[in-house]
């Protein structure tokens, strides 16, 4: 038996399907490679428990049975997910049915990765999960949290009519190595920039909040969500209640990066940004015993040095 890493080649999934690898897992990492990088899951190609699946979903599932289903598989960031529209909706519908069928046939236990954005731009701070959102069904950012909301609708519709062991974790963003220079999401932006001497984007007035998790504590508690009993047919959130702003967050980046940039403020590249993002973790610190470990500056100089090789690694090869 196996577990399953749905675009396990993506930012979350190549650390997850690491994770699982040192845990002893065997590891079927699928994904279609529209936004996921091979060179972040190539160092597993040589493990006997890794195996590496380009598929799309959209189109079906694999041919496996997998003790264990994590579904990561969508576009994640504002100009992945408008560059990919439909795609996006088809993943987080047709392709998470295809899964969820997956975990019928091979009763499989079933993670749907979720994200924050279903609550909009918040009315409710900190967000608990309880929360019903203050969304959008037709705005600029609809096709990822209608897409989200819709998978999550899917995942519990199979619980209650087929009896599916699902949990769903609703990330909150998320940084860390392996993130893809030109992403497009606050820290990859402020890293490159602060790294390359560019000015540092600010987008509005800076002023609008997030609560940044490192990889490893997120991966820590997608496991963790995924292996507790008690949080079968639960939602739990999962990022770092450590709130600043986004001008914060690029000065300091600015000062851990040794850079020069200057901060240069920008109209909102994509509409109906949430002023406010901050997780409530109480279910996941009582259901999980989760909570983050590594602190902002600790994190963030850690992906400062992995984007610094990336880049010395491009200049090289250009």
Known sequence: MADLVAGGAGFLGSHLCQRLIDAGRTVICVD?????????VEHLLSSPRF?????????GAP??????????ASPASPPGYTRFAIETMRVNSEGTRHLLELAVRTEARFLYASTSEVYGDPLE???????????????????YDEAKRFGEAMTMAYRRSQSVDVRIARIFNTYGPHSDPDDGRLVPNFIVQALTGRPITVYGDGKQTRSLCFVSDLVDGLMRLMESEAASGEVVNLGNPDEHTVLEYAEMTRRLACSNSEIAFADYAVGDDPQRRCPDITRARELLGWEPVIGLEEGLSKTIEYFRSE?????CTA
Do not use: C, K
């Not at 195996?51 to 189109?59: F, P, S």
């Not at 041919?63 to 990561?72: A, G, Q």
């Not at 900190?126 to 037709?138: A, D, I, K």
């Open 63 to 72: 041919e496996v049975e997998p003790e264990r289903i994590y579904h990561l």
């Open 125 to 143: 701070h900190p967000q608990r999960e309880g929360y019903r959102g203050n969304v959008s069904s037709t705005g600029p950012r609809s096709m």
């Open 311 to 315: 880049i010395a690694l491009q200049e």
């Open 51 to 59: 195996a590496l699946l380009e598929l799309d979903l959209t189109r």
């Open 32 to 40: 279609n490679f529209r936004t996921g990088r091979r060179a972040n």
